[in-house]
């Protein structure tokens, strides 16, 4: 961290009493250099200070690469103090208190993160890990364990984390007990049609023994087969391109321009069995790579594949699901979701052309490129030690997955009759008017389907962690869907 504060203070020649000559830095005036100047437009002096007696140092753009395990934190995004206990435990807090505390961020600005430009490529929500991140802010002893620094680089003036980056890779585990179909007796097995239940594969849960041997540690020994894998690989396929997300994310309408996003790729990776090869639990992970993700997308995306496929539904519904007929898609648990890493091709494609100019060579002032490889093996280790263990640990203790599945499977009202299509088509009884369409409804819906606020936590309990997620573990509360979150908000929420 010494390093990264010596890094960004200013060489001798810039603090001399005559200012040198220096080059803009950004593309336009790679050609015309100028003299540096502060942000007020004025000359940085050798003994201007600040108002609280430092040093007043030039800022400097710069990119700071980072993994994190999220479980103990409140999400990624900075938060002002008010006076709610926790409510500043979030990683771009503790990354901020970090800079501030090693001078890389003046005291003067260390009350408001705006002042020094600070912006990240993904926005995580609370307790989601990322093996890596990046965010950008004018410029690891002093870090906890569960967050790590890999580098900074200095970037164009006008590098922006959020705006510069064009795509992100996320990544989902979950067990591929997942996709079993629905238990005998449960209220979504009554709900299927006598046809759909005549194509389901039942010979696991005739197999399993309903001795005292609990179901889910019978479950952790199934092995998902090459078929129930295939039929996965397509319906994940139907996500490739541009399509209308609006059924996938909360709080926007078909009608939203903003509910088109572009997947760029989807892979279903093959099965990994932890722990012992017969009885440990076998996971499944689906990389998602795409422009930009709303607001709980991802999880959505994820629990309509594991729905659609363990209920055999046509593959040609998941088309339906991108019209602007309004269903009810719940979200995946939080517990599996990992952000692997945002991707900035066209801002590196910049570098090499503002790196191409012969004064900036000779003079230095050339910039590095965002690139993940150089601290690939670092990640691994991080993710291995931190990250994985973490979210396998969990399930295999507390059954988060299981418990997801049973809720789910519990449920006997009509917002998932759209699973039991036998043509691929929404039929009326599953629509689920919101926004601008639910004001039209007169008739108020019975057994309406409730998510619950456990299923966005991604801390129980675990040994040696303290964490501010632990209240929405601990209540058993339906989420409050009437809550309004105004297109701002939602913009800032994306990732």
């Not at 108002?51 to 999220?70: D, F, H, N, T, V």
């Not at 067990?175 to 005549?198: I, N």
């Not at 979200?331 to 066209?346: I, V, W």
Request: aromatic letters at 8%.
């Amino acid at each position: 961290m010494s390093e990264l504060k010596r890094s960004l203070s200013p060489s001798p020649a810039t603090t001399s009493a005559k200012p040198s000559k220096r080059p803009k830095s950004d593309e336009k005036g790679a050609a015309n250099a100028k003299q540096h100047r502060n942000r007020r437009g004025k000359f940085n002096e050798p003994n201007e200070r600040t108002s609280s007696g430092e040093p007043r140092l030039p800022k400097r753009q710069c990119a700071l690469i980072m993994s994190y395990c999220g479980s103990s934190y409140r999400g990624m995004q900075f938060q002002p103090d008010t006076n709610v206990m926790g409510s500043q435990n979030t990683i771009e807090n503790a990354i901020f208190k970090a800079m501030v505390d090693v001078g890389a961020v003046s005291k003067d600005n260390s009350n408001d993160p705006v002042k020094v430009s600070l912006a990240r490529a993904a926005r995580t929500d609370a307790g989601v890990h990322a093996a890596g991140n990046l965010i950008s802010l004018k410029l690891n002893e002093a870090l906890p364990e569960d967050i790590r620094i890999w580098g900074y680089v200095r970037t164009l003036n006008s590098f922006n984390a959020r705006t510069s980056c064009d795509s992100r890779k996320y990544t989902y585990f979950f067990p591929s007990y997942m996709l079993l179909p629905s238990k005998r007796g449960s209220g979504q097995h009554s709900l299927l049609q006598t046809s759909r239940l005549e194509s389901l594969d039942y010979s696991f849960w005739d197999s399993i023994d309903s001795s005292e041997i609990p179901e889910l540690e019978q479950k952790r020994s199934f092995r998902a087969p090459p078929v129930l894998l295939e039929r996965l690989r397509h319906l994940a396929a139907k996500y490739l391109g541009a399509h209308n997300f609006h059924n996938f994310t909360v709080g926007r309408e078909f009608r939203d321009k903003s509910c088109i996003r572009y997947m760029k790729a989807i892979e279903v990776a093959e099965p990994v069995v932890y722990g012992d090869p017969a009885h440990g639990t076998e996971w499944i992970a689906v990389m998602f790579h795409g422009q930009s993700f709303m607001l709980h997308q991802i999880r959505k995306m994820m629990s309509a594949l594991i729905m659609l496929a363990r209920s055999n539904a046509p593959i040609s519904l998941m088309d339906q699901l991108f019209m602007s007929t309004q269903v009810q898609i719940p979200k995946a648990p939080a517990l599996g979701l990992l952000l692997e890493n945002p991707l900035f091709d066209s801002y590196n494609t910049r570098v090499q052309e503002f790196n191409a100019n012969e004064v900036l060579q000779r003079m230095g002032e050339t910039r590095e490129i965002l690139n993940w490889d150089q601290y690939s093996d670092q990640i691994h280790t991080f993710k291995e030690k931190q990250i994985y263990p973490v979210i396998r640990g969990i399930e295999e203790r507390d059954g988060l997955f299981h418990s997801w599945l049973t809720y789910l499977d519990s449920y006997s009202g009509k917002d998932f009759l759209y699973l039991n299509s036998e043509d691929g088509s929404i039929p009326a009884e599953a629509v689920r008017p919101r926004g601008e369409m639910a004001k039209h409804v007169t008739e108020r819906r019975e057994n309406p389907f409730r998510e619950k606020k456990k299923f966005d936590a991604t801390t129980f309990n675990i040994p040696g962690k303290t964490s501010h997620n632990m209240e929405m573990v601990e209540a058993d509360d339906d989420e409050d869907e009437s809550e309004i979150i105004d297109k701002k908000q939602l913009t800032e929420m994306e990732g």
